[in-house]
């Protein structure tokens, strides 16, 4: 039985303690918030109507059997401590209609669709049955639209099923490893490194609008989709094919689930406890030490559940390891509003904007050409409405409101949050956005909460406020550190960020340290 110090009580840590516990290990979590589950965070607000609650972290679950995969590893199920619900639709895209945009003047299968009159936006529902989107795009944009979707998902399910069995569920801990893996002469083909997600997109979608749906799934890694890799693909048919999920109460409800499964299986958590190094004399992991205390915690093994930036700059300094972390992901800034009465939106909805390359063009700036990042005037943005009685009194909606943004910081490739005045500049400036795009709730605002990346960084360590660490890319930080007994989990290290790779990263990590 080996004594492991878990750093960090995000979905990452929180598993893998779960993990390591149910196989014999003295396990001791460390948090340094009052509360356990990480960017999984949770917000509520009492009113005279009465109290809303806000998830401000993660709002859909897919693959639902990592989740079940890891309550019976731990010897429980999932549906004692969950309940899942489908969505249907998983996201409702609303496309900008402008002139010049191809379909919504006589496009084929335009005509006559809800939404399409007078040049007014295009709306498509994405759903977990494959025949069923594709016809759904059928019916939107025409035949040629839904031929060459079907298209591009028999590429995405090539590339899906080769990172499901060489990747996502194994270490990768250089590119060496990427080079030894077994792949196919087929799956090269289909992965085809180098090529762009933008590329893939364009070499076989048509229409330009399934490309921007095609290009958001690079959001889903904190990466702009001119640089994220085709790989990517392989996050919308995760997505399509097995499904999108609600968790009932919202999805904060998993971090208390998992928390119930480490206390059952003898984990010992501390809350309000921040870890400020990682002891490795000698050149290997002895334990850590605490903020305020006298004598450092032993340990055999150190599992940090932080972002990897965190780990190689402060906790176990090594230089050598920062060049790799210097491409950092997006960050989000986020509304949380109380509305009153019934907006007849779906669960998630997203409302594209005209120009989308101007979005990534500020959230990222261009650093070489010394044009720095700023607030898009004209983002993206993402609504989500839970019609669950849970989260919101009667008669009202709590509302999710999330847009793209440049981290925290005052380099090219960032933006000073804390600037005075801003975050409630560019509250407004969305609002005004979500207006002009037939979404009007300023006169319906019982109250809003600005979230900026700023405040991201505060409440989670997360440096900068960047979601997932580094930008989405193949390669990612190591789950294996460099010194013997220190391992890295959670969604800045491999296989990257979401909620399903978070927890894969944690059986990667469980079985990397092995049973007692």
Known sequence: MSRIVVVGAGVGGLATAARLAATGHEVTLFERAETVGGKLGRYSRDTPAGTFHFDTGPSLLTLPQVFTDLFLDTGAKLDEYLDLVPLDPIVRHHFPAYAGFPGNSGFPGNAGFPGNAG???????????????AARIGAVFGPEAEADWERLWRRAGRIWHAAWRDILRNS??????????????????????GQSLRGLGRSHLRDPRLRMLLDRY???????PRRAPAALAAVPYAELAFGGWYLRGGLGALADALLSRCLDLGVVVQTGTTVTGVNAAGG????????GATAPVPADVVVANVDALTVYRDLLPRPDRLAGLADRSLAGFVLLLGVRGSSGLAHHNVFFPSDYDAEFDAVFGDPGRGVPARPAPDPTVFVTVADDPAVRPAGHESWFVLVNAARQGRSLTSVDWRRPGLAQAYADRILDVLAARGVDVRDRLLFQEVRTPADLATATGTPGGAIYGTAGGMLRPANRGPVPGLFLVGGSTHPGGGLPMVTLSAQIVAARIGAA
């Open 119 to 133: 040049g007014a936006a295009t709306v498509l529902d994405s759903c977990a049955e494959p025949e069923t989107f």
């Open 172 to 193: 990768v801990d250089s590119p060496l490893d990427l080079a030894r893996l077994a792949w196919r002469l087929g799956d090269l083909a289909a992965i085809r490194p």
């Open 218 to 224: 690079a959001t889903y890694t904190g990466a702009d």
């Open 284 to 291: 290997r992991v002895h334990g850590v030490r605490l903020a």
